[in-house]
């Protein structure tokens, strides 16, 4: 019996078994990659999703609720007009729309809202932030919210001026 040609056999098996090993690693750091990137691309679709709800949900009181869209209709046109029940309604409105719009304004800045959706929403809150009684509500109401959003309202009612 030749041990060289014995233990040459077992070194080969050997090599062949840790190359065999590596293309299994291989493929499996490549599969658990494309789980990781496909969880993440849900992640980001949920959270996306989650932020438009949460941002789309202070609209709803306004479609539902008629009474509800002639305050608003109301208040945003010349607030000089409201009662003073009427003033107090809008005045809760108004604060949850701009703490909502905040929030979203917090999480874009922290990267957990998509810049694609950032831009829309605050394309949308533009058109909100031109009309009287939302700027005179903000000039009352202004130094209660964080004041990088603040700031950030100021330039849009000030871009609108």
Same mark, same amino acid.
């Given at each position: 019996?030749?041990?060289? *040609?014995?233990?040459?056999?077992?070194?080969? $098996?050997?090599?062949?078994?840790?190359? /065999?090993? !590596? #293309?299994?690693?291989?493929?499996?750091?490549? *599969?658990?990659?494309?789980? #990781?990137?496909?969880?993440? &691309?849900? $992640?980001?679709?949920?959270?996306?999703?989650?932020?438009?709800?949460?941002? $789309?949900?202070?609209?709803?009181?306004? @479609?539902?609720?008629?009474?509800? *869209? /002639?305050?608003?209709? &109301?208040?945003?046109?010349?607030?000089? =007009? $409201?009662?003073?029940?009427?003033?107090?309604? %809008?005045?809760? #409105?108004?604060? *949850?729309? %701009?703490?909502?719009?905040?929030?979203? %304004? !917090?999480?874009?800045?922290?990267?957990?809202?998509?810049?694609?959706?950032?831009?829309?929403?605050?394309?949308? %809150? =533009?058109?909100?932030?031109?009309?009287?009684? #939302?700027?005179?509500?903000?000039?009352?109401?202004?130094?209660?919210?964080?004041?990088?959003?603040?700031?950030? @309202?100021?330039? &849009?009612?000030? /871009?609108?001026?």
């Amino acid at each position: 019996m030749n041990w060289e *040609a014995i233990g040459a056999s077992a070194e080969l $098996l050997g090599a062949i078994g840790v190359i /065999a090993s !590596l #293309v299994y690693l291989g493929r499996q750091i490549q *599969a658990s990659s494309e789980n #990781v990137s496909q969880n993440t &691309k849900a $992640l980001i679709s949920n959270r996306d999703i989650s932020s438009m709800e949460f941002a $789309l949900s202070n609209y709803s009181p306004q @479609i539902e609720n008629a009474e509800v *869209a /002639a305050l608003m209709m &109301k208040g945003h046109s010349n607030p000089q =007009d $409201l009662n003073d029940l009427e003033r107090y309604r %809008f005045n809760f #409105v108004m604060a *949850a729309s %701009f703490e909502s719009h905040q929030t979203m %304004f !917090l999480q874009h800045s922290g990267s957990s809202v998509s810049p694609e959706l950032w831009d829309y929403y605050s394309r949308q %809150f =533009d058109g909100f932030c031109r009309s009287p009684g #939302v700027v005179q509500w903000w000039e009352h109401s202004r130094g209660r919210f964080d004041s990088e959003f603040a700031q950030y @309202i100021d330039r &849009k009612i000030s /871009a609108d001026a």
